[in-house]
């Protein structure tokens, strides 16, 4: 699993943005022509 770095882009994102997701996401929703729900690749930092 992919560890999230914190910095500054980072915690002004959190501010602005629904949701962070793997890489995944993109390329999967890219291959299927359409935007797939964002919730399956969802990326946890319980540290955040």
Not at 25 to 47: A, H, M, R, V
């Amino acid at each position: 699993m992919y560890k999230m770095q914190r910095s500054l882009k980072l915690l002004c994102c959190l501010s602005t943005c629904k949701y962070i997701v793997d890489h995944k996401w993109l390329i999967d929703s890219f291959t299927s022509n359409q935007f797939l729900d964002e919730k399956p690749y969802l990326i946890e930092d319980n540290e955040l």
